[in-house]
C-alpha cells in the first residue's frame, strides 16, 4: 500500500464502515467505471469490474486510507488489467472488425474535450494496438494523472519500468490518434448533413459529406450481418449506405445522438435498435464511421451512461 495513501486515523466500527464505504464508492463510481471502460471497451465488462472492486473495498480498512480516489482507483485497475488479457484472447476469435461498445453520454462530457477525446470511438481503437499494460499504464496517466508509484503498484511494475513504459505507449498513440479538434458547431453540421444523406438514400449527398479518406468499420460480431473488412473511400462508402438504404425505406428512423462524447446516428428499424453509427469529423467532412449492429452491445444506447475523470462529473472541480 502506497504511504501516502495511509493514514492512522482509528478504525471504523462495522457499521459506520459499510456506510462509509458504500459512500464513497457511490461518489467515485462514474470515475471507477470510466477507468474501466477506457482500458476494455467494454460497458459489460466495466461494470462486472466494479462489481470486483467494490467486493476488494468493502474489506479495506477505510481508517487507513488517506487518498481514497487513488486506491479505488488502483483496486479498478487491477481488476480491469486481469480481465483485459482475458478480453484480447476473446477477440481473437471475433468475427469481423471489434468495435467498442458504445455508449449514450450527456452532451456536458462534449465540454471535456479531453474526456471526450478519451472515450472517442477512434481513441478506443488506438488503444487496442496497445499491449495491456501500456493500455493501463497510458489510461491512468494521461487520462486520470495518476502518481508514477500509483500506477507502478496498479501494474506490479517500478516507477521506473512505469515510466518507459509510459514513453513507448505515448509514441505509439501519437503516430495513430485522430489529428485536430473538431468544434461541438462543426461536428454538429457535418452530422446533420449526413443525416439528411441516410434519410433521403441519395448517392451524392452521401458522397458530399464524406472526406476522401473516409473509413468505415462494422462490427456485427457474427451475429448479424456486416460488412467483414474495412471500406475505404468515399464512393465504395456512399455507394455501400446508399445501397442498403432503399431496401429499409419507410421502416427506418434516423435519430441524432451523442455517443462516446461525439456525434452519431442511432437508427432504427420498425422501432427497435438497429445500428449506431458513430462518426468522426475533420475538417467540416466525416473521415470516420464506426457502425454496430452486434445487438450484445446495444444495451447501452437506451440510457445514458455517466462517464467522468473526476468524481462528481466530467467537469467536477479536482
Known sequence: MDERSVDTAKPLA???????????????????????????GSATDAEDVLQETWLRWAKVDLGVVRDRRAYLVRITARQALSRL????RRKESYVGPWLPEPL????DVAEDVELADSVSMAMLLVL??????????????????????????AVDKSPAAVRQILHRARAHVATRRPR????????????EAFQRA????????????????????ADGGGVVQ???????????????????LPKVAGRMSVEPAQINGGPALIIRLDDE???????????????????????DKLSRIKRETSVARWPGGPMATR
Do not use: K
Open 104 to 107: 449514450l453520454t450527456a452532451p
Open 198 to 217: 441516410v434519410e433521403t438514400g441519395d448517392l451524392q449527398d452521401l458522397l458530399d459529406t464524406l472526406a476522401p479518406d473516409v473509413v468505415l468499420l
Open 128 to 153: 487496442e494496438t496497445l499491449t495491456p499494460t501500456e493500455r493501463a499504464v497510458f489510461v491512468l496517466r494521461e487520462v486520470f494523472e495518476l502518481e508514477y508509484d500509483e500506477i507502478a503498484e
Open 273 to 295: 435498435i438497429d445500428n449506431v453509427v458513430a462518426v468522426r469529423v475533420h475538417e467540416g467532412r466525416i473521415n470516420g464511421l464506426y457502425i454496430v449492429r452486434n445487438p
Open 226 to 244: 456486416a460488412v467483414v473488412r474495412p471500406i475505404v473511400g468515399p464512393d465504395r462508402v456512399a455507394r455501400l449506405l446508399a445501397g442498403g
Open 180 to 191: 485536430g479538434v473538431v468544434s461541438t458547431a462543426e461536428a454538429h453540421r457535418a452530422l
Open 85 to 88: 488479457r482475458t478480453l484480447g
Open 14 to 40: 462495522h457499521g459506520g464502515h459499510m456506510d462509509l464505504a458504500t459512500e464513497v464508492f457511490i461518489a467515485h463510481r462514474n470515475l471507477l467505471f470510466t477507468v474501466a471502460y477506457e482500458m476494455l
